[in-house]
């Protein structure tokens, strides 16, 4: 069954975890029509526009399918009002391009630049409500590349693991020469007790041979 002239029932439901698991993944008839809009009004215009396949590589889930993968509660995949599209996998065009002509030719609910980096998301996350109103909210999610950077901002570079080892280097000469001074006053303290006591013995000892 089309969806539209280029993408299928089959295409939007096609699941291996469904498969594997013996889950149901045939949509309701709502869920069904909210699945002919978004092919209509998102996916065909865009495949139009470039005159490229482009991959849907998640569509449709069931309720139970949508649990067993831990989706989101209210995801708009549960609706049939959602598509994850990769273009990378036909080639020809960019998830990077889709992304773009989405954003600016059609009139979705939700779009999320998934992942990847700056210049290409991994995929296309996009939503469309039939009946509307569509939010137009435009979104990224870049949590694994900003990991990745954060990682990278604590390495440490070999200039930085060279200061270090300087800085460790002077306050270990530092602290060896507190010791060394420590050591000297220790022996000045010293020797001045035993030159005062040596003093009051020979003043004490000069007091009797007075008397």
Known sequence: MKLSDNLSVA???????????????????????????IALNIFQPARNYFKNPIAV????????????????????HSKGEALDLDAQVFGGLTNN??????????????????????????WVHVSYVKDGPNRGERLADLTKKTIEQDINEFKMTESDIKL???N???????MAHVETLLKVALLV???G???QRWWLLQTDKNNKNKK
């Open 193 to 195: 007790y035993t030159a």
């Open 168 to 174: 460790t280097t002077a306050i270990t000469v530092s």
């Open 164 to 166: 270090m080892l300087l």
């Open 189 to 191: 303290v010293s020797i």
């Open 11 to 37: 295409e939007v439901i096609k699941s291996t975890t469904a498969k594997r698991c013996g889950i149901d993944n045939e949509p309701t008839i709502e869920h069904l029509e909210n699945l002919k809009a």
């Open 97 to 122: 391009q889709l992304f773009n002509y989405i954003s600016e030719h059609t009139d979705f609910d939700q779009l999320i630049w998934e992942f990847g980096n700056d210049d290409e998301p991994d």
């Open 57 to 76: 590589t998640s569509g449709y889930r069931s309720e139970a399918l949508n649990e067993r993968i831990g989706g989101s509660k209210t995801s708009q």
